[in-house]
């Protein structure tokens, strides 16, 4: 935000001091783009493939709260369902629909049941090829059969035992081909589970083959990772993986996730985690994740905003974002946190610079409120994680350093009465004991 | 040992003659000794004795009979007759001698007490048992049994400085557990009393942990002092005890103070009406623990935490806001506690009348003083010579044979390549 034409030497008035963050001037900046669409429920099908579709939509249907919007997504569902052999997961669709999609999309009764004979029938064949295997004992046939088992369980729904059974190709594993199949096939069931413990020990297992993965197996892997660690909060280290992720991903892993949100995920996180240099050496630098950022494009200028000191656009970005966002599957239970993280980002970073911060200007790139914004100052100084102090009567914060000289001579003259406490209250003990024991009487020797 | 009039008064001849040196005075006190029976039975008739001796010079002899007269019950106004002589005999025996017969030191003045106490008038027993208590002790380091009753006759008889004084001294040698609990009970009081809050925590805190097998009343009725007293000096109270606490006390002592730590509780909420009701609630249970006083003072430090932690958010604040954020009814109230803070050192401000606004300064301490070097210095040697006695403890307790048998025993029975720490007559 330079102002070019000040004469040199003159104090810079009123006027010329623009406020970080709105700056209503300069033709070049882009007008933000405000998505507050609603979701385009098949676009965002679309980019998902197997159970997971299924999954999201359903999720979507309890989560969004818009009749229209729910009754599409439990359409979607039903007609996604009725291609794969789940008739568990039928049943339930068919429970929250309740009759209101119309006659077609009612309880199927013959379908189910074609579906389950033909699934038991099926379980037969295979366990008897199974059966022959073991008893042939060659180690490929009996990997391909428990490996057959552990997919027909994942069609039918019945996810506890799938894993069981991708499990056990384990001690028939023998090339590392081979151990990376059942390791992806681990966390995929697992993923869906929700069991994300295993999802880390697999992905570690993987990393370990001897001879190199393909990329397309890494950037899985990294993104596997990344859920997980989104899922026990981790949010640095998610950040880390989703921006490590190659382009290769591509479209090879819409049974779990999709480009688009390895770019939302990683970048969200990135920027609730990172500090600048961070930022920008890993994500605004990164020509790998460019390519990801291209297809969340709001993200993208969000990222830009937040780096570039436009606090209140990236905040109204976020803002328009978040509707959606609590719509992800993975997402949900974070966005709260991620986006208090980021706003209290936005705030240390912007008093980060100055001496002192006119408070009213500082509401106003934050598109908030004086008292509002006075709170939130108070519990990031309370924190300690803004060195500031509040001039409440001038509305101004002044930031403070801690005058370490006077700080060293507070601590050690403490540290040295407690210490002096600390003995003598240990003598005294050590002496009562010593009366105790010789009350008692010492054993003679 | 023929009990007649004859022996009596071969008794004083012994005591006068035998009072010139140590040597004689052991022999004196073994004499004594042989005829405390005689004493106690000859009780009535012992008073004129005590004319014929000089309390200074024959000090073992005279408390000898002092102690034989006093010990039978008396009535008021010998009361007082039996007060004035033993203050007197207090005031100019000589301390060498006394020492030799400690019990019967202890039991006079403990008798002394008793009395005073009786007579309803505290004050005339302070400034003798402060003299015995001097007279007694070996070395200011040590803990006499009079201890506990000086500090009891100064809690009753409002005498605070005096104790404080004692207090002073740093305590390490114990005659008896039981004497260090009260002593450290009755002095947290007198330091509650006379608001030196950070050594009454000291006092109490090692009440509540010191060793011992059983929990006693005076442990229970520390604690819960204890706990009202963290919360006006620290502002916090720890739940969990320390390590080297005794597991008696670990396991009881809360039981017994459950209304307080309800109080801490609220407390920590930080809502003064929430405290307020809490105390509400209990406070019958207060009132007869005599703790009321104190719950009271918890409450207004609650006022004072919350304003002094505003002291590291603002630079300038409105009464206003301040009585808004602790709660309090109005900017004149604010104002009101802001300035006692001021006044006793709480805080640094100065108060804009004008505006209605508080302005928080630092701490104008700049520790650059020649009397901020000399407490460092100061410090520094204190600490040194504590960290001297831990080791001198150290050296003596390694010498120790209990000790060194224990180590013994432990260790195994047929390195004999090793090097030999502990001499192999200490195994068993």
Request: proline share 3%; net charge negative; glycine share 4%.
């Amino acid at each position: 935000m330079e102002s070019e034409d000040y004469a040199s030497g003159a104090v810079i008035g009123e006027e010329e001091i623009y406020a970080n963050g709105r700056d209503e001037s300069d033709p070049q900046r882009h007008r933000p783009i405000i998505s507050s669409e609603q979701l385009d429920i098949e676009a965002y099908a679309a980019l998902y493939t197997g159970r997971t579709k299924t999954m999201r939509l359903l999720f979507i249907a309890d989560k969004c709260g818009i009749p229209s919007m729910e009754l599409e997504a439990l359409r979607m569902a039903y007609e996604e369902i009725k291609k794969g052999e789940d008739t568990q997961l039928f049943r339930e669709i068919i429970g929250k629909i309740n009759g209101r999609l119309g006659p077609n999309y009612a309880l199927d009764n013959a379908w189910a049941d074609a579906v389950d004979r033909r699934a038991e029938s099926r379980k037969e064949k295979l366990e008897n090829e199974l059966n022959a295997y073991r008893t042939n004992l060659i180690k490929e046939s009996i990997r391909m059969g428990y490996n057959d088992f552990g997919d027909f369980f994942y069609a039918h729904g019945r996810l506890g035992e799938a894993f069981k059974n991708y499990i056990r190709t384990r001690d028939y594993c023998t090339t590392s081909k081979h151990i990376s199949h059942m390791c992806l096939n681990a966390i995929l069931v697992s993923i869906e589970m929700g069991q994300f413990t295993h999802v880390t020990s697999y992905v570690g297992k993987a990393e370990q083959a001897v001879d190199g993965l393909d990329p397309v197996t890494i950037a899985k892997l990294r993104c596997a990772a990344g859920l997980s660690h989104l899922e026990g909060k981790k949010y640095k280290l998610a950040a880390r993986k989703f921006l490590e992720v190659g382009p290769e991903l591509g479209n090879n892993y819409t049974e779990i996730i999709a480009p688009q949100d390895v770019a939302t995920y990683g970048s969200l996180c990135a920027l609730a985690s990172f500090d600048r240099s961070e930022l920008k050496s890993k994500v605004i630098d990164n020509t790998n994740f460019r390519n990801f950022l291209e297809l969340v494009p709001e993200i993208r200028e969000l990222i830009n905003d937040f780096y570039t000191s436009h606090y209140a656009s990236c905040l109204e970005y976020l803002g328009n974002l978040k509707t959606n966002l609590l719509l992800d599957i993975h997402l949900h239970e974070h966005v709260e946190t991620l986006y208090e993280q980021i706003r209290n980002k936005a705030l240390i970073q912007y008093t980060l610079p100055f001496v002192s911060v006119d408070l009213n200007m500082m509401a106003n790139a934050f598109n908030t409120s004086v008292t509002g914004l006075e709170k939130e100052l108070e519990a990031l100084i309370t924190n300690d994680q803004i060195q500031a102090r509040i001039d409440s009567h001038n509305k101004i914060l002044y930031a403070r350093h801690a005058d370490q000289r006077n700080g060293t001579f507070q601590r050690a003259l403490q540290t040295g009465n407690e210490f002096d406490r600390e003995l003598r209250s240990m003598l005294l003990r050590a002496n009562l004991i010593k009366h105790d024991y010789n009350l008692k009487g010492p054993r003679k020797y | 040992m023929n009990l007649n009039m004859h022996s009596v008064e071969s008794l004083v001849a012994q005591i006068q003659g035998l009072s010139g040196n140590i040597g004689e005075l052991t022999q004196l006190r073994s004499y004594l000794k042989h005829c405390d029976d005689l004493l106690r039975t000859e009780s009535t008739r012992l008073a004129p004795l005590l004319t014929e001796l000089d309390p200074s010079v024959h000090s073992l002899g005279y408390l000898y009979i002092l102690e034989a007269c006093t010990s039978a019950p008396l009535s008021k106004d010998q009361a007082n007759e039996l007060v004035l002589s033993i203050a007197r005999f207090i005031n100019v025996c000589a301390a060498e001698q006394i020492r030799l017969a400690p019990e019967k030191f202890i039991s006079i003045c403990k008798r002394f007490k008793e009395q005073v106490v009786l007579l309803d008038d505290p004050m005339r027993g302070v400034a003798p048992l402060l003299t015995s208590i001097r007279k007694l002790q070996s070395s200011t380091e040590q803990l006499t049994t009079l201890h506990p009753d000086f500090m009891l006759l100064c809690l009753l008889s409002k005498c605070y400085k005096i104790g404080l004084s004692v207090l002073e001294d740093d305590v390490f040698e114990i005659d008896q557990p039981r004497d260090l609990f009260l002593y450290c009970y009755y002095g947290g009081m007198i330091c509650i009393g006379q608001k030196q809050f950070r050594k009454a925590l000291e006092l109490l805190h090692n009440v509540v942990t010191a060793p011992m097998p059983i929990i006693s009343a005076i442990a229970v009725e520390a604690y819960k002092k204890y706990i009202l007293v963290s919360l006006i000096h620290l502002g916090q109270f720890a739940t969990s005890f320390p390590k080297y606490t005794s597991s008696a006390a670990q396991r009881n002592l809360k039981n017994f103070s459950q209304s307080y730590l309800d109080l801490v509780n609220n407390y920590s909420i930080g809502k003064v009406s929430e405290v307020e009701k809490c105390v509400q609630i209990n406070k019958d249970t207060f009132e007869s623990d005599n703790n009321l006083g104190l719950v009271k003072q918890v409450v207004s430090s609650m006022y004072k935490r919350n304003i002094q932690r505003l002291t590291q958010t603002y630079l300038t604040l409105s009464l206003q806001d301040i009585a808004n954020t602790v709660q309090l009814n109005s900017p004149k109230e604010a104002e009101m506690h802001v300035l006692q803070m001021i006044q006793e050192g709480d805080i640094y401000a100065t108060i804009n009348q004008k505006d209605g606004m508080v302005r928080f300064l630092e701490d104008p301490e700049q520790y650059k003083t020649c009397e901020m070097i000399e407490r460092l210095d100061l410090s520094i040697q204190r600490i040194m010579m504590l960290s001297k006695k831990l080791t001198t403890m150290n050296e003596v307790m390694s010498c120790d044979p209990s000790y060194l048998g224990k180590v013994g025993r432990e260790r195994q029975r047929f390195d004999y390549d090793d090097f030999d720490t502990v001499h192999s007559k200490f195994n068993i």
